[in-house]
């Protein structure tokens, strides 16, 4: 005999000649006491499901399963895509030396989150208020991006995602001028004839003046990347969408 409460083994008794329990109540009070009559048994309560998992989470926002879509609505949203799709071929096949993206249109939509980037950051010190500008021209696509996954709007945050990459463009040579100094800034003036360059501050005060046009390439190929990305993930979303139109 094992005794329940300590464990000690012993000839067959009714009372542990180590600790002294009864065995008689120890065996009692384990029984099951049988259910009262009148009073229904109250049911288990099954384990709630397990929350999903990160990659499931952003698969439900990356590529959320939406109901009947109204042409009109999925009609807009191929108009927009084919807009992307031509521009964006431009921006790619256009080499970064001409300086395509810096005149085109969403030059001008970058322009006033760079400068706004470069007031926000004046509290965190002059090398992140130089910054500011350049990460100002990035968060403001990203934080539509953000929203519009927010508000399960995947194809939103795929042009999102899209106006991301071409912010970078834009960047790509105002970093490959800072040695050069011979892009026109905002004053209607070069780098060579006033200081202000922000990238030329920026590298130079990290110690990488000299890598500027090798920081430029990699810029404008990971921009490229992310360009082609969006587009990939925005036809995947109105081939979906367009299985799922509500014809009547």
């Known amino acids: 005999m094992v005794c329940p409460k300590c464990g000690f083994e012993q000839d067959a008794t009714r009372e542990c000649v180590k600790c002294g329990v009864l065995f008689g109540k120890v065996h009692e009070s384990l029984r099951p006491m049988p259910p009262v009559s009148g009073v229904p048994a109250i049911p288990m309560q099954k384990s709630e499901d397990p929350e999903p998992g990160l990659f499931a989470m952003l698969k439900d926002r990356l590529l959320p399963f939406e109901e009947k879509v109204t042409p009109f609505i999925f009609g807009g949203r191929v108009l927009v895509y084919i807009l992307l799709v031509i521009w964006g071929a431009k921006f790619i096949v256009t080499p970064m030396a001409t300086n395509y993206v810096g005149e085109s249109f ?35 696509p990203a ?51 006033v200081e202000g360059h922000d990238w030329e501050y920026i590298l130079g005060h990290l110690g990488w003046l000299e890598y500027d046009h090798a920081i430029a390439r990699d810029a404008y190929k990971l921009a490229i990347l992310i360009m082609l990305l969006a587009l990939i993930w925005g036809a995947y979303l109105l081939f979906r969408q367009y299985r799922n139109l509500d014809r009547t």
């Open 143 to 193: 934080i539509c991006l953000g929203a519009f996954l927010f508000h399960n709007n995947a194809f939103g945050a795929s042009a999102a995602l899209w106006w991301f990459a071409e912010g970078l463009m834009d960047l790509a040579p105002y970093i490959n001028d800072a040695r050069d100094l011979e892009l026109m800034l905002l004053g209607g003036v070069t780098g060579k004839e």
């Open 106 to 140: 969403m030059h001008n939509i970058n322009l006033p989150f760079h400068e706004a980037g470069h007031l926000v950051f004046i509290p965190f010190g002059r090398f992140m208020t130089v910054l500011g500008g350049s990460l100002g021209q990035l968060l403001m």
